[in-house]
C-alpha cells in the first residue's frame, strides 16, 4: 500500500481540504487497508486503498458536520505550499506576481467546487484514473463520471476567464 | 461504456462528453474517428475541445500537494508501531540483516494484539507485515519485490512511453528529484516507460526497459552516502542486482537478465550522454 501512499495524500488533502484532517483520514485509511489487506483480492490497490481514502473522509465529513463547511483562507493554502509559491528565476516579478496570484485563486476555485466534482477532477487530472476506476472507486456509473468532469472543467475554465477579464 | 448517459450538456453539441471521452484517452481508434469527422464540422467541439486543454493547463500543477516528509513519517511510523527498528539506509541494506527474536516476538504480540489468533487473520498479518517492514528486509530484497510486483499485470508502467523527453517531465511534481532519463535503445534496451516506487522509506524513479524479452527495473532516487563507482552487484530468488552510483544520485537495476548482460546494460548507461 506504501507505493500509493502519494496518491492517498492527494485525494484525503483535496476531499477534506485541510492537511490536519487529511493527515487523519490518511491514518485512519491505512490502518483499515493493513487490516483488510488479506481479504483483497482485486488487481488495482490503488483504487482500492483510493476507495477507503474516499470512504474515510467522506465519515469524517459527516462527523463533523458544520466544521467541514468552514473554507480554507488563502492564506492557508499559500503558507502550505511556499516551495511551488516561490518565483521561478525566468519570470520577471510581475509575471511572477500574476502567476503566484493565479495558482492562489485556482486552488480556492478547485476547493469550492462541491465535493462529487472536486473528486472526480482530482481522480482524473491528478491520479490519472481511467473512467472505469473513477466509476468504481466512488461508486458512480461511468456517465456520471463523464458528466461530473464535464462540468467542473467548464466550471474551472469559465471561472478563471471570467477573473482574466477583469482589469 | 454507456456513453449515451447523461449526455448533451445545456446547450452544447451532444458530442462533446465524447471530444472529452478523447481527450483522457478513452476512446478507441474507431471512435475517435468518427469524432474527428464530426469535429471539423461543429464548432461547439472544437470549443470543447480548446477548453478541455485549457482545463488540463490550470489544474495539472495546482492540484498536486505534495505530502510533507513529517506527515509520511508519522503515518508510516504509526503503522510500524513498535517497530522502532532503522530505516534502511541504502549503503547498509545491502547486506540481508535476520529478523532479531526481538523483532520477531514485537512480531507475534503486534499480530496477535491487534488481528487475534485465527489463522486466516495470521496469513494477513504474516502478508501486512511483509509489505510494511521494510526494515526487516534487506534492500535487495525490496528492489527485488519491487520487480516482481511490477510484473504483475498492470503494475509495470504509469507512465508508457519510449520517448525519454516524455517519460522525463512526466516525474515532474510527482517526486522531489528529476531521475536521469536515457533511452537504450541503440544498445539493446529500449525504454518502455516509468513508474513511482517505493523503496528503504522512500518514493522513487523507476524506469522500465526491456531486453529481448526481459524487463528490467531501473530504480533511481538521489544519494545520501558516498559515490559508488564501480559496478556493485548481487543476486536473489534467481534475480540479478546490480548497483552504481554517480551525480548524486544511485542506480539500482533489477532483472532476470544474465548478470554479464546486466552489467552491460549498466556500463551503457553510465557509457551514454
Redesign the interface.
Known sequence: ???H??AA??LA??LMRD?GAA?EV??DS??RA??????FKG??PRGWLLQIVRNAAYSSMKLNRGIELVPIGSNEEAG??TI?DLPSGDDDPETSLIKSRD?CY??RL?AALPVDLRET??L???E?L???EIAEVTRT????V??R???A??M??RA?NEQRQKP | MNMREEMSPAGRCEMVLLVQAEFDRELDAAQAANLQAHRTLCRDCQAAERELTQAHSLVHEELYHSMPDAMRQRIVARLDADQPGPVIRPAEGWTRRPATPAALSRFRSWRQSIIGFSLGAACAAAAIFLVLNPAEQSLTEQLVAGHVRALQPGHLEDVASTDQHTVKPWFDGRIDFAPPVKDLGAAGFPLTGGRLDYIAGRPVAALIYQHDKHIINMFVWPTAGSVVPTLQSAERNGYNVVHWSESGMQFWVVSDVEHSQLSNFAQDWQRSP
Open positions: 500500500m506504501l507505493p501512499l502519494e495524500h492527494t488533502r483535496w492537511s493527515e490518511l491514518q491505512m490502518v493493513l487490516t483488510y489487506f488479506g481479504s488487481i488495482n502550505t505550499d511551488a495558482r485556482i486552488r478547485l477532477l482530482v482524473r487530472e491528478l490519472e481511467t473512467y472505469k456509473p461511468i456517465g456520471t463523464m458528466s468532469l464535464w462540468r472543467r467548464q474551472l475554465v478563471v
